[in-house]
Structure formats: C-alpha cells, structure tokens
C-alpha cells in the first residue's frame, strides 16, 4: 500500500484540478452541467483514481487505477480541445492546461513501471 499523499503525481493532479475550476468557471452558464461538468468530473477522476490504486491490497490492483487515472487524463484532455475547438479557452490557456496533463500522464507511466520493478 503506498501512501498517495506523498505521490507528487497525486499533488500535480490535486493543482490540475484546481487550474481546471478556474478555467471553466469562465464558460457559459449554458454550459453548467453539460461540458463544464464533465470536464470537472475527468479532472477529479485522476487524483481519485491515483488515490483509490493506492488503498488497494496488490501491484495488479494499484496498477488497473493508474490505467483509469491515464484514461481519465486522456478523456480530459479531449474535452479541453472541444472547449477550444468552441471557442471557451483561448490557445495560450488549452496550451498551459494540456502541458500540466502531459506531464502527469508521463509521470503515472512511471509510477506503472516502477512497480513493474517492485518484487
């Protein structure tokens, strides 16, 4: 069991959560609960799913999260490309967001493979 509070892919992705409230509180209120909140719920999927791999019991177990964690990312990522595509975020802000995404899928692609070493 690994104690996700010192995993700094789980702080990076607990900041990304928080860059991503303050990037859709701009969107239209037309927006609320249709790609406003589905971006949130993709954002606070990867932290949660980080978090939840590490209260498991195996490797294998902690491993399957950090898969939907990167599955969450990915979607996320996505979805912030379709808010640009529509015109909500600017190129400079999509940029800035996605680098932070791109950083912590490289990071939970790390976590997988150090456990891979783990005997």
């Not at 690994?2 to 995993?7: A, I, K, T, V, Y």
């Not at 949660?48 to 999260?65: M, P, V, Y």
């Given at each position: 069991?690994?104690?996700?509070?010192?995993?700094?892919?789980?702080?990076?992705?607990?900041?990304?959560?928080?860059?991503?409230?303050?990037?859709?509180?701009?969107?239209?209120?037309?927006?609320?609960?249709?790609?406003?909140?589905?971006?949130?719920?993709?954002?606070?999927?990867?932290?949660?799913?980080?978090?939840?791999?590490?209260?498991?019991?195996?490797?294998?177990?902690?491993?399957?999260?950090?898969?939907?964690a990167m599955g969450?990312?990915?979607?996320?990522?996505?979805?912030?490309?379709?808010?640009?595509?529509?015109?909500?975020?600017?190129?400079?802000?999509?940029?800035?967001?996605?680098?932070?995404?791109?950083?912590?899928?490289?990071?939970?692609?790390?976590?997988?493979?150090?456990?891979?070493?783990?005997?």
């Amino acid at each position: 069991m690994h104690n996700f509070r010192e995993l700094k892919v789980w702080k990076k992705s607990r900041i990304l959560v928080k860059d991503v409230y303050i990037l859709t509180q701009k969107f239209p209120k037309a927006e609320q609960f249709g790609l406003t909140s589905q971006i949130r719920r993709s954002a606070i999927s990867v932290p949660s799913n980080i978090a939840e791999g590490c209260g498991r019991d195996t490797k294998k177990q902690l491993s399957h999260f950090l898969e939907i964690a990167m599955g969450s990312s990915c979607e996320l990522e996505t979805q912030l490309l379709l808010a640009f595509d529509i015109g909500y975020l600017t190129e400079i802000e999509l940029n800035t967001v996605v680098t932070q995404i791109n950083k912590i899928q490289k990071m939970i692609v790390g976590f997988k493979k150090s456990l891979q070493n783990l005997v």
